[in-house]
């Protein structure tokens, strides 16, 4: 069973300093005759420069209608072993912490039902394992969910939310990432379980503007931190900086995008004109704090760039209070869903659909009002359109 | 109407439009809906009872998601037939 | 054997049973951190408590006994506790000081590589590819192995202007958001699929083939049983091929990798940009790619070399501008750099001040 192949491509990818994923397969082949050919299989497409997965078959567990991704060998003959090879996506818990305990439970499971290959994470956040039969996914669902673990979504549905580490460890988070993203996780079962929207849907949140979960590139809704009011400055820490050696002024109030800071031995911030950008909190931690008043931006939209182009994420609300239990952020988000659900034709991501239809009608669906924080710029051309509610005002 | 009532009738839709068009959860309800003048929800609920025991199964292709009526293959895999 | 009763709808377990109890205590009252090499740092609470964290690298994919390897490494040094980061980085959560120093001597004996925090190289972002996907025309992991292989020394300790967030996509899907990091790798089809139309008769529904094509290129053909590819319409996405296989898009001599610059995600000094295209081309060269490696770092040293503190990769371009990124790298400009797809217009040059 194990070591079955040779792999002369593949064992140049051990060496060098990075670990190797190349490694990690040839420890889950000692156990794994799947582990194994797919190694045999990878070595393969090294010397042909191709692929041999096919997509397709449905597969899943009763009831649901994603989490498992079918996955097959199209040499089925040559690599037995991973004629079936299917993804089953877990909910990875929020900011991805985990006790030793917990992997492990996960590991013996996967070691007794699949190949012993997982992602830690995959690209939507789930835990990752990679590679099962069909008739072993009722089993699996039965281990994990006795034990607290659900599936993760694919297909038309929602994707498990994902979030940065948040209060739980940085200092810059303006709202609580983690409970924010448990309890939509909670909230949403539903649909990240049985797929009834027109296309994927993610959510992520960051608590700040670094974004350390690219919510802003990479979710149908991002949900990203911010303040109003002053920030907060220790001048006493201010001063220390200057001591250890930092040039304030060229790597601070220069680098400020908006001009509204100066330094003569004091910072000042003119806090009308901050545009909440990060810059100088994430290069001055111990002396600058963001304001007292906390809550977060929903932007809208982003995706990769399949079919028309990729899109990053538009403000739609510039300022929303998100206190547990979530209840207004909650309704919010029913409410986009709702309009791109009733509005889109399949396939279409929420980004595409607010081309399509006009960004008016998405904010009155949801009942936002238009505002200048919403745009770069006005538009160019005079060609616009009123509507009857216009000329009542 | 009776749940098991409604769930025949999604079931004969089913079979009808087998093979013709890919159906997604809301198609379905839709259609029900205004064949029955059930509520929506009282369809999707009763649709749901169905995918749970294996009478209808979610499936996947082309990137959407559909609703269809689940091969024997399917079936025998979840222990639902011999 | 009988199996547990399954549960429905429970969604994942809650993040609190897995905090460590000096995040618990600090939970949102952390103060300050201090990055105190390339791959620890320490966080410090209001109350004065004290977390420190050392960062690992991860080639994402693990075998469960490196999971069990890591697992025992979180029991002796940190109760248990470890966390993994959004770019696949393992993270040691050590509320004991003390225990820093045996953690890291275990895992330098270990062969573990430490870095990725503060102005570096963090783990490559990365797909799937031949490990795992039907749609990937290159390898991820190979190549993020080979790279990654090459900088080693701007994860671990050397400095960089600032974060340099690399990606690897293994097709023009992009499952892992390549379309905004300073330095991407996308792999690419360059021509239209194969057709085996024996087979899309005999195993394909050919409504939903027309209809997988995003660009309306695919039309039926009644009388064969088959389908057409109109190859101006064509863009090689390969979506025909994932639900009709006999529809072939893999062309293993033509089929290579683009590399992309210049993207970032943070909101930070200038607005969150896209990558854009650098080098439109090169041919799969497994298992090292050699001369994509020897491209990323050209454009990652041109850059060490010539941005201000702070810049980020487009950063610093937009400063420069593009005429000045192609004479500094040496990289050749070329028609495929030129956009003609939705956005082109607002990319063409409207202003008669540039540079040579
Ligand atoms: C029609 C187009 C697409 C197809 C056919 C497709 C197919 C797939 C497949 C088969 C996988 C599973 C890979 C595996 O684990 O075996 C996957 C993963 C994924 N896809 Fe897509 N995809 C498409 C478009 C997209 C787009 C546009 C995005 C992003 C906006 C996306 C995001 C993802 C993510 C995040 C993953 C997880 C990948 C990972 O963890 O490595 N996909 N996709
Ligand atoms: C249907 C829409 C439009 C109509 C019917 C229209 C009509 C006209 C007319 C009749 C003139 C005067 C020509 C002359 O005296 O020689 C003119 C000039 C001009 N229009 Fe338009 N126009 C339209 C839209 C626009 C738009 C959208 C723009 C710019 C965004 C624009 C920009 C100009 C400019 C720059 C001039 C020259 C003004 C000058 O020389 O002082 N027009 N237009
Ligand atoms: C695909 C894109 C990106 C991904 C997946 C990503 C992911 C991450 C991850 C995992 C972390 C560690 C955070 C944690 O502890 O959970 C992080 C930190 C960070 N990222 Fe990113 N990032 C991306 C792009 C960017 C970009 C473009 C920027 C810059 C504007 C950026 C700025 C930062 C900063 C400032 C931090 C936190 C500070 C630190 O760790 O020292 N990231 N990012
Ligand atoms: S997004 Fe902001 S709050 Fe969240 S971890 Fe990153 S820097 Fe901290
Ligand atoms: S947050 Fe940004 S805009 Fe505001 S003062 Fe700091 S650097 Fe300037
Ligand atoms: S980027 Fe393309 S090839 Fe890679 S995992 Fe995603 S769909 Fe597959
Ligand atoms: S590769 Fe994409 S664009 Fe080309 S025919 Fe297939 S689906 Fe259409």
Redesign the pocket.
């Known amino acids: 069973m194990s070591g079955k192949y040779k792999t002369p491509l593949l064992d140049e990818l051990e060496k060098g300093p990075w670990p190797s994923f190349v490694t990690e397969i040839k420890k889950a082949a000692k156990k794994s005759p799947m582990a194994d050919d797919e190694l045999g299989q990878l070595e393969k497409s090294y010397r042909t420069k191709r692929g041999y ?1 096919k ?1 397709g078959g449905i597969v899943g567990v009763l009831g649901y209608g994603g989490g498992v ?1 079918g ?1 097959y060998s199209s040499l089925p003959e040559e690599f037995p072993g991973i004629a079936h090879f299917h ?1 089953v996506r877990i909910n990875q818990t929020s900011g991805f912490f985990y006790t030793a305990e917990a992997l492990k439970m996960i590991c013996d499971i996967w070691d007794k039902y699949g190949s012993g290959l997982t ?1 830690m ?4 956040g789930d835990l ?1 394992l ?1 590679g099962t039969t069909t008739e072993n996914l009722e089993a699996i669902f039965a281990e994990y969910s006795s034990r607290g673990w659900d599936l993760g979504g694919s297909g038309s549905a929602m994707r498990t939310p994902s979030c940065c580490v948040g209060p739980g460890r940085c200092e810059w988070s303006n709202i609580d990432t983690l409970d924010i993203t448990y309890t939509l996780t909670q909230e949403f079962q539903d649909e990240l379980h049985r797929p009834a929207f027109p296309y994927k849907f993610k959510i992520k949140t960051a608590g700040c503007a670094v974004d350390c979960v690219a919510a802003i590139a ?1 979710a149908d809704l991002s949900i990203i931190g911010t303040w109003k009011g002053n920030i907060q400055i220790d001048q006493a820490e201010v001063k220390k900086y200057a001591d250890a050696g930092m040039n304030i002024q060229a790597e601070i109030v220069e680098m400020c995008p908006t001009n509204c800071m100066s330094y003569n031995g004091t910072l000042k911030i003119n806090d009308a004109e901050c545009s909440r950008c990060m810059h100088c909190i994430a290069k001055m931690t111990k002396a600058l704090r963001s304001g007292k008043e906390k809550g977060a931006t929903l932007l809208v939209g982003s ?4 079919v028309v182009g990729s899109l990053l994420s538009w403000v739609i609300v510039p300022f929303i209070k998100v206190d547990a239990p979530y209840t207004e952020l909650k309704d919010m988000i029913r409410k986009m869903i709702g309009w791109w659900d009733d509005t889109a034709k399949p396939r279409e991501r929420i980004g595409e659909v607010i081309e399509a239809e006009g960004m008016r009608s998405f904010l009155e669906a949801i009942g936002v009002p238009a505002q200048p924080q919403q745009v770069k710029e006005p538009r160019k051309d005079p060609f616009f359109f009123w509507e009857e509610s216009d000329f009542q005002k | 109407m009776e749940t098991a009532e409604l769930q025949e009738k999604i079931f004969a839709y089913m079979e009808k439009m087998k093979g013709k068009k890919k159906l997604k959860e809301k198609d379905v309800i839709k259609a029900l809906a205004e064949e029955t003048t059930e509520a929506p929800d009282a369809v999707k609920k009763a649709l749901r009872g169905m995918i749970d025991v294996g009478r209808l199964m979610y499936s996947y292709g082309g ?1 959407a998601s559909s609703v269809e009526i689940p091969s024997e293959e399917y079936l025998r895999e979840k222990g639902l037939i011999k | 054997m009988a199996l547990p009763k399954r549960q429905t709808d429970i969604g994942p377990p809650k993040y609190d049973q897995f905090i460590p109890p000096v995040i618990k205590k600090n939970y949102g009252k952390w103060k300050y951190h201090e990055v105190l090499t390339g791959g620890t740092m320490v966080h410090v609470a209001e109350s004065g408590d004290t977390l420190h964290t050392v960062r690992v690298a991860s080639p994402r994919i693990l075998s469960t006994e490196t999971i069990r390897d890591i697992c025992d490494m979180a029991e002796r040094y940190c109760e248990g506790y470890l966390r993994f980061t959004t770019r696949n980085n393992v993270e040691f959560l050590v509320s004991d000081k003390s225990k820093m120093e045996p953690l890291l001597k275990e895992l330098k004996e270990k062969k573990y590589s430490v870095g990725g925090i503060g102005p570096r190289i963090s783990n490559i972002v ?3 590819g031949w490990v ?4 990937a025309c290159t390898d991820a992991s190979g190549m993020v192995k080979a790279i990654m292989d090459d900088v080693y020394d701007y994860f671990t300790t050397k400095e960089l202007p600032n974060k340099v967030r690399l990606a690897v996509a293994c097709c023009v ?5 390549v379309h905004c990091s300073d330095i991407a790798v996308v792999a690419v089809h360059r021509k239209v699929p194969t057709i085996n139309h024996e087979l899309v008769t005999k195993v394909c529904e050919i409504p939903t083939t027309v209809a997988s094509c995003p660009t309306s290129a695919i039309r039926p053909n009644p009388k064969e049983k088959t389908v057409t590819i109109n190859e101006e319409k064509c863009m090689y996405c390969g ?1 025909c091929f ?1 639900v009709c296989p006999p529809i072939d898009i893999h062309k293993p001599d033509e089929d290579g990798v683009a590399i992309v610059v210049g993207g970032k995600i943070g909101s930070l000094r200038t607005s969150p940009k896209f990558s854009k295209l650098a080098i439109p081309f090169f041919y799969n060269e497994p298992p090292r790619w050699p001369k994509v490696v020897a491209a990323v770092r050209n454009i990652l040293e041109t850059y060490a070399k010539n941005a201000k503190k702070h810049e980020r990769v487009g950063e610093w371009i937009e400063r420069i501008g593009w005429e000045s990124f192609f004479k500094l790298t040496g990289i050749e400009f070329t028609f495929q750099h030129i956009d003609d797809f939705t956005f082109a217009r607002d990319t063409f040059r409207t202003s008669a001040a540039f540079k040579y």
Do not use: D, E, F
């Open positions: 997965w997509h991704i996955r993804t992602n994470h995959g690209s939507t990752v990679l990479r995706k990769a760039p399949i | 990137g | 990365h797909t799937q795992h996907c039907h749609s899907n992009m499952c892992g958001a979506n994932t």
